[in-house]
């Protein structure tokens, strides 16, 4: 009978360390690029402010970034629907920006808004919708992470731990 040979395990190395990078950099544009095919295609409606507040974001720092609480209404078809936006409006990329001095704007209601809307389900909404941008570059940079990984996997570490 012979005795059990004790198995003694290395520790990780930057050769690991350098392999879990090269997975969370492969996986992030594939999971950004399947999170942008999958999402809803949004309408557009006409909507209008029914009520706004600005609210501080701050009590004794420089930089101040107002918040806004809104509540708006559009019209899809016949059908009238509400919506609330809570967040930092933005200045630029949406079709509802507002530059600083023009925020008070919000607070006034009827201000005039471009609402988007899901199609399949007109009750949700948002004021602002991610800028559209290429699909493909997306899908490259996953291909090309998962090609990197892969060459990492296959070829770089095996050959990097029997050295």
């Not at 060459?151 to 050295?163: E, F, K, Q, V």
Request: charged share 15%; net charge positive; aromatic share 12%.
């Amino acid at each position: 009978m012979s005795l059990r040979k004790r198995h003694r395990w290395r520790k990780p190395g930057i050769a690991e360390v350098l392999f879990v990078l090269a997975v969370v950099v492969a996986m992030l544009p594939i999971s950004y690029w399947w999170l942008r095919l999958n999402r809803p295609v949004w309408n557009n409606a006409p909507g209008s402010i029914l009520s706004g507040k600005i609210l501080s974001t701050h009590y004794n720092a420089e930089r101040y970034d107002p918040k806004v609480r809104a509540q708006y209404q559009y019209l899809v078809g016949t059908v009238t629907f509400q919506g609330t936006f809570e967040g930092f409006w933005p200045e630029v990329g949406s079709p509802n920006a507002l530059p600083p001095d023009r925020l008070e704007e919000i607070t006034k209601p009827g201000h005039p808004l471009v609402v988007a809307y899901d199609p399949a389900n007109p009750q949700r909404s948002v004021l602002h919708p991610l800028l559209e941008e290429s699909q493909l570059k997306y899908f490259l940079l996953s291909v090309a992470g998962l090609l990197v990984g892969g060459a990492y996997c296959l070829i770089i570490y095996p050959a990097w731990r029997n050295h």
